[in-house]
């Protein structure tokens, strides 16, 4: 039984508390955040995940549990990764820890996470939720004797959309590390290339050779939207960021110099129900799809009781409205692949190993990301297989992700 304490205590970590009622061999018993710790604390507690306490320091919180989360803002990843580290200098024993994506907001600061977690000794995982949607999973294993005999899928098509980010510092660039994405861009990249993967190969197994990418600010830049945002403490007229893009990365089979694409859109202008996680994967004689807003499930709420609807995010992620015909999904936290995140890192910490995903891996995706920004700064395809260009993305950090987006973005002002 391994017991587990989250850094952060905001929408992510209570999703994960939601999680963690459908994994075996864990309890919550640590919650360390200057916001909303008691209250997840309280949650937990009586969901009867552990006895979740509130640690008022990250090194106290490292001493009292086995793994750790780093549920928290992008911007406070070095900080609390310092903090891991000297608790376990000073005596935590740790056997694992966990990262939410994106593991940095560029790969200076990637590498430093990645190398800290190595001189500690300690098992990662880096938690991108959507390589392990069981749809996903479900439809790799169906079609694992199809892909022997016909060859791997040879394009991918992701998407992660929605109307828009739930607090400020995702809007604030310098503090995200740029807009969608970074934020979301991340997942779609990383389902994207896993859907690619030969079956029986490891997740960073397949060559990446070039990134193309677009992105604008097409809707948060313009009226009424730029000014909700203002009422929010954000201004993208002086700091803008993307809410668009779409990012080609054309991947090589090292065995058999195959090549694959992987095509990555994400927006925060997705005004539809909800979230929609989108996956397409085309082989040669095959395909499948993923559509996380097909479901089962709907409700019908009119407007004579709209009024009394208390949180229409109760039935869906980033749902946009709360009358009409609104779609139900049951299980989020399974549908989305958190459950068998957590599966994944259990097993593996309690037999001393990384996640199936680790920070390496995070540090891959993150190294994705940035020339996907490199590749739209400079308007033309980046070439991954030019050590110059691996050395300068090592220390680039895009325009926008150092608030001057303005330059850089159609349709910003
Ligand atoms: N897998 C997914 O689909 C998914 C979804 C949402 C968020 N995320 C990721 O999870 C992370 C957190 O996002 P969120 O939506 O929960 O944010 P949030 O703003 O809702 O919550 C952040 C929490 O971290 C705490 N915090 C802030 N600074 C901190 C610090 N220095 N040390 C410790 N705690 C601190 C806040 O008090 C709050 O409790 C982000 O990295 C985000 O990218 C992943």
């Not at 891991?84 to 966990?98: D, S, T, V, W």
């Not at 004797?145 to 828009?164: F, I, Y």
């Not at 029986?200 to 050779?209: A, C, K, Q, V």
């Not at 779409?246 to 065995?255: A, G």
Request: proline share 5%; charged share 25%; with cysteine.
């Amino acid at each position: 039984m391994l017991s587990i304490g989250m850094i952060g205590a905001g929408f992510v970590a209570g999703f994960h508390a939601k999680s963690l009622r459908s994994v075996r061999n864990v309890k919550l018993t640590g919650v360390c955040a200057p916001k909303g710790a008691k209250e997840l604390a309280r949650a937990a507690r009586k969901d009867g995940l552990g006895g979740a306490k509130v640690y008022k320091t990250i090194e106290e919180l490292c001493k009292a549990v086995d793994v750790v989360g780093i549920f928290a803002p992008n911007f406070a990843r070095l900080d609390i990764m310092r903090d891991i580290a000297r608790a376990c200098e000073n005596g935590a024993e740790l056997k694992g820890i966990i990262c939410e994506k994106p593991l940095a907001r560029n790969l200076q600061e990637a590498d430093v996470l990645a190398r800290m977690a190595k001189a500690l000794h300690v098992p990662t995982a880096y938690f991108e939720n959507q390589i392990h949607m069981p749809s996903i999973v479900e439809a790799r294993q169906q079609l694992a004797a199809v892909e022997q005999t016909m060859g791997a899928a040879h394009l991918a098509r992701s998407a992660e959309e929605h109307g828009g980010p739930h607090e400020p510092w995702f809007w604030d660039p310098t503090q995200q590390g740029g807009g969608v994405c970074c934020d979301m861009g991340c997942h779609s990249i990383a389902v994207a290339m896993y859907i690619l993967t030969p079956s029986g190969r490891p997740p960073d197994y397949l060559e990446p050779i070039s990134v193309t990418a677009e992105m604008a600010l097409l809707k948060w830049g313009k009226e009424p939207w730029l000014g909700r945002l203002k009422e929010r403490g954000v201004d993208y007229s002086a700091t803008p960021a993307e809410d668009y893009s779409l990012v080609t990365i054309e991947f090589r089979d090292p065995e058999t110099g195959v090549v694959s694409v992987a095509q990555a859109t994400n927006s925060w202008m997705y005004d539809a129900p909800g979230l929609r996680l989108l996956m397409e994967a085309f082989g040669p004689g095959y395909s499948y799809e993923v559509n996380s807003l097909r479901s089962p499930g709907g409700m019908f709420i009119s407007d004579a009781a709209a009024a009394a609807v208390g949180d229409s995010e109760l039935a869906l992620e980033k749902s946009q409205a709360s009358r009409g015909a609104l779609i139900l999904q049951h299980n989020e936290p399974s549908l989305y692949g958190y459950i068998d995140e957590w599966r994944d890192a259990i097993a593996a910490f309690e037999n001393g190993k990384d996640a199936l995903l680790n920070f390496e891996y995070g540090r891959t995706v993150t190294m994705l990301i940035m020339a996907a920004y490199m590749a739209h700064e400079k308007k033309h395809k980046i070439d991954l297989t030019d050590p110059k260009t691996l050395q300068e993305l090592d220390r680039y950090v895009p325009l926008i992700q150092q608030g001057k987006g303005g330059k850089v973005l159609l349709g910003a002002r």
